[in-house]
């Protein structure tokens, strides 16, 4: 057999761990291949979250969070960070995810020293750089780079052809998400109690239609999120809704949340979810209301309408399958989406459809097979 190809995994957020702690399993598991994990830290507490429901022990730790960081801080630091890891573990491949400043940051540091980068998630395009910001900018930096673009779906893998991406370095194959998903599903069926933890919440509200929200995006810091809370506190003057909102550790997101919602009887504003209790979460609610790319993905796979808090989306299968709606940041133009789907019970139903076009739990192991292709292992 050759030699066991070293590939560094890099990430630092919330959403890279859930989506690449699959592939990470299986690279493990996998002896054609010696994983690396290298962590930034761009989050702290959440990131932490999920290595520890995941099981992953990183090897390299930058713990390169600071509050409120600033862009370009978390960029530059990221750059040199990650360097000095790729320098002293000089990697075969380097894999990031997505379209954070991590992923960004480190598929740069992998291409100044010619080292091929793996794109997980690759080819989401929204057509806007200010709409996600700065993850528009961040996935054409990673697109532009990439050795091998793994493409959830038919869609991102047309995005970069579009950009004369040649066809055989694009895979579709399906989103590592839905593999994180039927994982967390199987191991909260095997051991309930690891998201028993919103049982009081959810006989708080029984009888009550239950909203679950998440907000985090920059583009929305100032304006979008203050009439994002204003249209959260105008739904949840029903009388008939409860609204369970984690809400981001973000202090841009926090102050305007706590300061509109903070004490209203039907707004349980809580900290950020482990994964069991956010799928736990997704399976209580009966419609989500989010900007965050994840929760586009996992909502129709469980055949829970989603309102989308964005301008565009660089998710269109979700939209033409029915089951989510942009809403922008619009007070009006959100509650009257929100109590449509409340109130018109034809309208719910046509949304409320499972649908999943995002992958069929075997991305993962898609994804590690064609690498090992790439580098010439046998299967
Ligand atoms: C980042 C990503 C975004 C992704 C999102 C997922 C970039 C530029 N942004 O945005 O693409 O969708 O993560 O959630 O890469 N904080 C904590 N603890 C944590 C996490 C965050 O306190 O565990 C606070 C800190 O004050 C930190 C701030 O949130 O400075 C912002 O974190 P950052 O990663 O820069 O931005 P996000 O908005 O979380
Ligand atoms: N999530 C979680 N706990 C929460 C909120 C979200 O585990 O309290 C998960 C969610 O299931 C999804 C991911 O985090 O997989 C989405 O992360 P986020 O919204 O922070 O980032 P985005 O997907 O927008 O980049």
């Known amino acids: 057999m050759n030699k066991p190809t070293k590939i560094l995994v890099v990430f630092g957020t919330r959403p890279e761990a859930i989506k690449l702690f699959p592939v990470i399993a299986a690279l493990k598991a996998d002896p054609r291949f010696a994983c690396v994990v290298c962590v930034s830290a761009q989050h702290r507490q959440m990131l932490d979250q999920v290595l520890e429901i995941a099981g992953i022990v990183p090897d390299h730790d930058l713990d390169l969070m600071r509050p409120d960081q600033t862009l370009d801080g978390l960029t530059a630091a990221l750059l040199t960070g990650l360097g000095q890891v790729m320098d002293a573990?000089?990697?075969?491949?380097?894999?990031?995810?997505?379209?954070?400043?991590?992923a960004m940051a480190g598929a740069l540091a992998a291409y100044y020293r010619k080292v091929p980068v793996d794109h997980v998630e690759a080819g989401l395009r929204s057509?806007?750089?200010?709409?996600?910001?700065?993850?528009e900018v961040n996935r054409k930096i990673i697109g532009s780079i990439a050795s091998l673009h793994f493409a959830p779906t038919e869609v991102s893998e047309a995005a970069l052809l579009a950009e004369n991406?040649?066809?055989?370095?694009?895979?579709?194959?399906?989103?590592?998400?839905?593999?994180?998903?039927?994982?967390?599903?199987?191991?909260?069926?095997?051991?309930?109690?690891?998201?028993?933890?919103?049982?009081?919440?959810?006989?708080?509200?029984?009888?009550?239609?239950?909203?679950?929200?998440?907000?985090?995006?920059?583009?929305?810091f100032g304006g979008g999120m203050e009439t994002i809370a204003e249209a959260i506190r105008r739904i949840a003057d029903r009388p008939d809704v409860a609204v369970i909102f984690p809400v981001h550790l973000n202090p841009n997101v926090r102050a305007v949340m706590h300061r509109a919602l903070g004490g209203l009887d039907n707004v349980a504003l809580i900290e950020p979810l482990d994964y069991p209790h956010f799928a736990r979460l997704l399976a209580?609610?009966?419609?989500?209301?989010?900007?965050?790319?994840?929760?586009?993905?996992?909502?129709?796979?469980?055949?829970k309408p989603v309102l989308v808090m964005r301008e565009t989306t660089e998710r269109p299968e979700g939209v033409s399958a029915g089951t989510a709606r942009l809403v922008g940041t619009d007070v009006t133009v959100i509650v009257t989406e929100m109590f449509t789907l409340l109130d018109d019970k034809a309208a719910y139903e046509t949304m409320a459809r499972a649908h999943n076009p995002f992958g069929d739990g075997h991305a993962a192991s898609r994804i590690v097979e064609l690498v090992a292709n790439e580098v010439g292992h046998q299967a």
């Not at 057509?127 to 993850?135: M, Q, S």
């Not at 933890?197 to 920059?218: E, N, Q, Y």
């Not at 209580?284 to 055949?303: F, H, N, R």
């Open 89 to 102: 573990e000089k990697p075969d491949r380097v894999m990031v995810q997505g379209d954070t400043a991590t």
């Open 127 to 135: 057509g806007n750089i200010l709409h996600p910001w700065p993850e």
């Open 165 to 220: 991406v040649a066809a055989d370095r694009v895979h579709v194959t399906g989103n590592t998400v839905i593999d994180a998903l039927h994982w967390v599903t199987e191991r909260i069926a095997a051991q309930p109690s690891l998201a028993g933890g919103l049982a009081d919440l959810a006989a708080r509200f029984a009888g009550k239609r239950i909203i679950g929200v998440t907000s985090h995006r920059r583009e929305n």
């Open 284 to 303: 209580l609610a009966d419609i989500m209301l989010t900007d965050s790319g994840g929760v586009q993905e996992e909502a129709p796979a469980l055949g």
